[in-house]
């Protein structure tokens, strides 16, 4: 039995969880609200406040599948209550983010700036000139926003300028030798 899967969620006061049919969950609490079709053959159930997640049977689709909705499930829950946050650092001389509006503005040693736009549901916020910190309820879409932000300017091996995860160690390379003669 999958150990991730077979873990109840408990439910925190102030979020709703309504189960339709078709195992569309809608979540609801303070930080907003997250719908998301699962997989229909998963059985979800709740019970005052928890959540349970089981499998119809041993096959290897519904073995991996347990595990996998019992983690969106959650996610969604803990997004709803306490919010998901990646850290970004810019590293570089001359390298520098600023925000204007709902834009965020970067000069990546690029001849123009980078505009960002926030999407919906995702909050950016920059608290010094080399620090973004992406906010929103949606782990997966703030993933993804944080990985397409470091994607106009990924850290490069050399010297180490870039934008770079606050948790991520940029390997180091040597560089060239001079020529001997």
Do not use: W
């Not at 700036?113 to 920059?126: A, F, M, R, Y």
């Not at 944080?146 to 560089?175: D, S």
Request: glycine share 12%; aromatic share 4%; charged share 25%.
């Amino acid at each position: 039995m999958s150990r991730i899967g077979r873990m109840p969620i408990t439910v925190p006061a102030g979020v709703s969880v309504e189960i339709a049919e078709g195992n569309v969950v809608t979540v609801k609490g303070p930080k907003g609200q997250l719908t998301r079709a699962l997989r229909p053959e998963m059985i979800i159930e709740q019970e005052g406040t928890t959540i349970t997640v089981k499998r119809p049977s041993e096959d290897k689709l519904h073995r991996s599948l347990h595990g996998l909705t019992r983690t969106l499930l959650n996610n969604m829950v803990v997004g709803v209550t306490d919010g998901y946050a990646k850290e970004l650092e810019v590293n570089g001389v001359g390298y520098r983010v600023a925000k204007e509006g709902s834009n965020l503005v970067m000069n990546l040693g690029y001849s123009h700036q980078v505009i960002v736009s926030e999407v919906e549901g995702i909050t950016i916020e920059v608290p010094s000139p080399n620090k973004i910190i992406i906010r929103g309820c949606d782990k997966e879409a703030v993933g993804q926003f944080a990985a397409e932000v470091r994607e106009k300017r990924p850290p490069e091996p050399y010297k180490g300028k870039g934008i770079k995860y606050a948790n991520e160690t940029i390997r180091r390379k040597v560089g060239k030798t001079g020529a001997k003669k």
